[in-house]
């Protein structure tokens, strides 16, 4: 399984920006998937969350609820993270995540930096 993300970079502070996770080697929507991002100095965290086919249940971290929106596309086997409304505290590297339902194995993707700025 590899996942390739893409889509950071450097946006004023209110301003929005999405993040794609190519996946490969595994179906999205079989799985769990989810974003997480790394600050310096802090322990990743997990951001955001989507459930597998049918139910696709989507869960956020409180400090971005009503700013991002999970999403996928079967058809390109990819999963979104869209960004809204940015603030300078959610400058981190962006991390998507594969979770198997029923191994839990993880598969993680490389990374993608994302600098707000105020």
């Known amino acids: 399984v590899q996942l390739q993300a893409s889509g950071g970079g450097l946006v004023q502070a209110g301003g929005s920006l999405s993040l794609s996770c190519a996946v490969s080697g595994t179906e999205v929507k079989f799985n769990h998937m989810s974003w997480h991002r790394q600050a310096p100095g802090n322990q990743r965290e997990l951001v955001a969350e989507?459930?597998?086919?049918?139910?696709?249940?989507?869960t956020y971290t409180d400090d971005v609820k009503g700013r991002f929106t999970i999403s996928r596309d079967n058809g390109k086997n990819t999963v979104y993270l869209l960004m809204g409304n940015l603030k300078p505290e959610d400058t981190a590297v962006y991390y998507c995540?594969?979770?198997?339902?029923?191994?839990?194995?993880?598969?993680w993707g490389q990374g993608t930096q994302l600098t707000v700025s105020s």
């Open positions: 989507i459930s597998p086919d049918p139910e696709a249940r989507t």
């Open positions: 995540r594969v979770r198997r339902p029923w191994s839990g194995s993880l598969y």
